[in-house]
């Protein structure tokens, strides 16, 4: 894949996040600009929109929509030219409370090009194009095969997409009178290794691009009798994607049903291969753990301070993984306090500190950041690899429970 799991976990948190921001009126911007295109040409449209801006009737939407352009604008100084995958920047008002300004900037460089240009000022950030990056790109391979009919599909997450269905001219068993047996026999062996080929070559044609894309996991084959296995053995796909077959089973359907049940009945395959990864790894974890190799580490703490002495070969968060970090600072006299907590408690620690506790100011500002994505920025500045564990194995949801979801394998044992 081009892009790791580590990058595709961040975006989907960063999605989440502008997906909850609701503005009052039409006041929160998106825009994004691809891969490539002038920054200044952004500019000038941010200046002509900033202009039509100044007619918005209400006061209070006028106001915040011109802070955002302000802000975009502001954003925009800080590049030289287009990042090389574009960039998809969001700015607006996020206070809840009526008559207060709050305008925050969410830039974010994708994890694959932008194609999209666009300017929207609405009541919700615009995500759709971000979304469809974060849709499965891996794919498997499906073929039904029987003597005279063949079904090929692709399956990318739980959609399963018809690619070709082909009928063959394989004569049936009865034949024809005053042919002789094995002359018949011949011919229906002929046609049916030609159907096969024909099969083969629409295959190769589906799953090759997928496979240089890196993007196809595996091939599952099915049919009703022994004709799938004959086209298994013999040279009829690619020899690279020979290697990609996962699964041949036995299914009754064919044409979309077919891929269906093939789908159905290679379920536990198709689980296993995600799974096998993931099963491995966390169970090399609990190894290290009962064997007291002082290899591993876990919690937060811990974590960030092998991290910081780059000490970390792999680290692991459970998607389930969902603390923040939080920090109130006081502008008037520089007091400060970080805290780790749940999603769940920012708004509360928020209301308990009205007053900075040093000099009695009001004048506070907060700010929250995800641990995740702060141990996985870590983690990369000192080359470890990064791991996102479901919660679709045993092993992830014990690994969740047991350990908050947050572990680590050490390049070297810590003193």
């Not at 689980?271 to 169970?283: G, P, Y």
Request: proline fraction near 3%; include cysteine.
């Amino acid at each position: 894949m081009s892009h790791t799991s580590a990058e595709m976990y961040e975006l989907k948190k960063k999605v989440e996040e502008l997906k909850k921001i609701r503005g009052r009126a039409t006041e929160l911007v998106s825009l994004y600009i691809p891969a490539g295109y002038d920054i200044n040409k952004v500019m000038q449209q941010l200046r002509e929109e900033y202009g039509t801006a100044q007619n918005i009737k209400s006061k209070s939407t006028r106001k915040n929509v011109l802070g955002a352009l302000e802000r975009a604008m502001q954003h925009l100084k800080l590049y030289k030219q287009t990042p090389p995958n574009g960039l998809a920047l969001f700015v607006g008002n996020v206070s809840e409370q009526e008559g207060v300004s709050d305008i925050q900037v969410f830039p974010i460089i994708p994890p694959e090009p932008v194609n999209v240009r666009l300017y929207r000022c609405d009541q919700t950030f615009v995500t759709e194009p971000l979304e469809e990056m974060l849709r499965v790109k891996e794919a498997y391979g499906l073929i039904t095969v029987e003597k005279n009919e063949s079904t090929i599909g692709i399956l990318r997450g739980k959609k399963i997409e018809l690619v070709d269905d082909l009928r063959s001219t394989v004569p049936g068993k009865t034949r024809a009178g005053g042919q002789s047996a094995r002359r018949y026999e011949r011919i229906r062996e002929q046609e049916t290794h030609e159907f096969m080929k024909r099969i083969g070559q629409h295959a190769n044609e589906a799953f090759l691009p997928l496979l240089e894309k890196g993007e196809l996991k595996g091939i599952i084959i099915g049919g009703p009798g022994p004709t799938k296995e004959e086209f298994v053995d013999g040279d009829y796909l690619h020899h690279e994607l020979k290697k990609k077959i996962i699964g041949v089973v036995d299914i009754s359907y064919h044409g979309e049903y077919g891929l269906r049940e093939l789908v159905e009945k290679a379920s536990d395959i198709l689980a296993e291969q995600e799974a096998v990864k993931e099963r491995k790894l966390i169970q090399n974890f609990f190894k290290h753990l009962v064997k007291d190799t002082g290899l591993i580490t876990y919690g937060e703490k811990e974590i960030r301070k092998a991290l910081e002495m780059g000490a970390v070969d792999t680290l692991l968060i459970s998607e389930g993984y969902d603390l923040i970090r939080a920090k109130v600072k006081c502008n008037a006299c520089g007091w400060e306090e970080l805290k780790t907590m749940h999603e769940g408690d920012y708004d509360t620690f928020k209301k308990q500190i009205k007053t900075c506790p040093k000099c009695g100011s009001q004048n506070l500002h907060f700010e929250r950041w995800e641990v995740a994505e702060e141990l996985i920025k870590m983690a990369e500045e000192i080359g470890a690899n990064v791991e996102i564990i479901s919660l679709d194995t045993d092993e992830g949801q014990q690994f969740y429970k047991a350990f908050g979801g947050l572990g680590a394998f050490l390049r070297y044992k810590l003193q």
